[in-house]
C-alpha cells in the first residue's frame, strides 16, 4: 500500500501544479498579445529585455525567436520554438501517465503477495474457511486502492493532455499572426 499511497502523493502534486501552470493567462499574457509592432522591436533590440521576453512566458519564447530570425526563416523558427514550448507544456504530464498504468499494477501485486500470504497461513492453520475468506478480502483492499488512484489519475492525464493541445492550438495561431505582422512590417 506504500506505493501506491506514494503515486497518489505524487499524482496529486503534477496535477494540481500543471492545473496552476497551465492556464492561459499564464501561457499567453495579454500584455504579450496587447504589444504593438514598434514596442515588440523596441523589446528585441535590447538583449537583457529580450532575454527577459524568452523566459516570461510560452507566447514570449516564440516572439522573442520570430524577433530573432530573418523573414525567410521565420516560419521554420516559429515552428522550431512552438515544439520547444509544447514540450515544456507537457512537462511531467509523462510521469502521471506512467503513475495512472502502474498503480493497477502495484495493486495485482499486493494481491498477489497477500494470496500468498493467505494461502501460506491455510496450511498452517488446517483449512479454515473463514480465516481464508478474511485474507482474500484484505489482499483485494490493494487492487482496490490501485484501481482508486489510477483512474482519476488517468482522467486528469487525459485532460491535461487535452489542455495543452488546446494552448499550443491557440499559441500556433497568435504566433503565425505576429509571425506575418513581423514579416509584413520587415518586408515593407
Known amino acids: ?13 503534477i496535477c494540481v501544479e500543471r492545473y496552476w501552470s497551465l492556464r ?7 500584455e504579450l498579445l496587447a504589444l504593438t509592432i514598434p ?16 523566459l516570461h ?7 522573442a525567436v520570430l524577433g530573432e530570425s530573418d523573414v525567410d526563416e521565420m516560419e521554420s523558427a516559429r515552428e522550431a520554438a512552438l515544439t520547444t514550448v509544447g514540450h515544456e ?8 501517465g506512467i503513475i495512472a498504468l502502474i498503480t493497477p499494477l502495484l495493486g495485482i501485486l499486493g494481491t498477489v503477495v497477500g494470496m500468498i500470504d493467505v494461502f501460506t497461513s491455510l496450511v498452517s492453520a488446517s483449512g479454515e474457511t473463514a480465516a481464508l475468506a478474511g485474507g482474500i478480502s484484505t489482499a483485494l483492499i490493494t487492487t482496490a486502492a490501485g484501481l482508486s488512484i489510477a483512474i482519476p489519475t488517468l482522467v486528469a492525464h487525459r485532460l491535461l493532455l487535452r489542455k495543452v493541445d488546446t494552448l499550443l492550438l491557440i499559441l500556433d495561431e497568435a504566433s503565425q499572426r505576429w509571425r506575418v505582422r513581423l514579416s509584413a512590417e520587415r518586408r515593407g
Open 57 to 63: 512566458s510560452p507566447l514570449g519564447a516564440v516572439l
Open 24 to 30: 492561459e493567462e499564464l501561457v499567453m499574457p495579454p
Open 39 to 54: 514596442q515588440l522591436q523596441q523589446v528585441l533590440e535590447d538583449s537583457a529585455s529580450r532575454e527577459q521576453l524568452l
Open 89 to 96: 507544456l507537457e512537462t511531467y504530464l509523462t510521469a502521471l
Open 1 to 13: 500500500m506504500l506505493p501506491i499511497l506514494s503515486c497518489s502523493v505524487v499524482a496529486a502534486a
